[in-house]
């Protein structure tokens, strides 16, 4: 009965950890938007280097150096963490350019999408058999683009490059053998000098924003800390719950930021575009339901699996 109950209570920190997690990367926007008047390649610049550096302090304070040096004893296989790091960073800049333009929407949609284009990714790519439910879900998620691409004349780009770069980023940090937070942290190493050197540039082309004013400082810099809170908390719901359950609580980021682009930001949601919405939470209700039966009948995958763990 004692071993019950502690289960249930991890389980129900899991919950809690997993809650906080998805629900700080719905709000996303929220804090992105507050960054008027700052292009979104700054953002990008001032969340790699104050990420970077908030990461040096946690692993130190976590001693979670032990992966990272071993990471980087071994330069050959650094080109998967260096690929990872570009696909993070683009996800992560066009992002805060979606956010910036007010087409959370989009951002939105690219998110829905992204289970879907990982199970895609793995067929294609990994031949992974795809389950009859899972190919329909592709399917519909297929037909909802080429509506919006017929009757509005136009590719969703910008839903497709994020479900795109972080499917494809989620493939590629399979194949290296780091947690989550290592990961980041070695990502944003890998990607810190570059960040360096465009900071410099800005500030000598006087186009930068840092120091400008203590608000807009002080945001930049939070840029970094609210990029691993939530990775964190995601870490926790890692090591507690089942993945099917994970798989689950994904859902809560896009739909937040569904809903802020709905009732907080008024983006204009043509007839289209919602129809476009609905078919892709059908084939998600498919997908969905396809995994948790296939779950059901096989064995979990242990909770802590590893996970790619950054988001948007």
């Known amino acids: 009965m004692s071993l019950q109950l502690s289960s249930d209570r991890e389980a129900a920190r899991g919950v809690g950890f997993g809650l906080t997690a998805y629900v700080m990367w719905g709000c996303f926007p929220l804090f992105f938007a507050l960054f008027d008047g700052v292009p979104a390649f700054e953002v990008l610049i001032h969340r790699i280097i104050w990420s970077c550096l908030f990461l040096v302090g946690l692993v130190t304070l976590l001693k979670r150096w032990a992966p990272i040096r071993k990471a980087f004893a071994e330069p050959r296989r650094l080109g998967r963490v260096l690929g990872c790091a ?40 990994l031949r992974e058999a795809m389950a009859g439910l899972q190919r329909i879900a ?91 809170l939530p990775l964190l908390a995601f870490a926790g719901a890692a090591r507690r719950l089942r993945l099917a359950t994970l798989g689950f609580l994904m859902y809560i980021n896009p739909t937040i930021q569904f809903f802020i682009a709905l009732l907080v930001f008024r983006e204009p949601l043509s007839p289209v575009q919602l129809a476009t919405f609905i078919l892709i939470w059908a084939s998600l209700g498919l997908y969905s339901w396809s995994a948790w039966n296939g779950r059901m009948r096989s064995p979990l995958a242990p909770a802590g699996a590893p996970q790619p763990g950054e988001r948007s």
């Open 138 to 228: 592709v399917g519909l998620a297929g037909l909802a683009i080429a509506i919006q691409l017929l009757l509005l004349g136009e590719l969703p780009w910008i839903s497709l490059t994020l479900a795109l770069t972080f499917g494809t980023y989620g493939l590629l940090r399979k194949q290296v053998p780091l947690d989550g937070l290592s990961g980041l942290f070695a990502e944003t190493l890998l990607l810190l000098p570059l960040g360096l050197m465009a900071l410099a540039w800005l500030s000598a082309a006087d186009l930068s924003h840092f120091m400008s004013g203590p608000v807009i400082t002080l945001l930049l810099v939070a840029s970094g800390v609210i990029t691993a």
């Open 86 to 125: 570009v696909l993070i960073a683009t996800n992560w800049g066009l992002y805060i350019y979606a956010v910036e333009t007010r087409q959370v929407f989009q951002a939105s949609l690219g998110y829905f999408l992204t289970p879907l284009v990982n199970v895609a990714l793995g067929m294609l790519v």
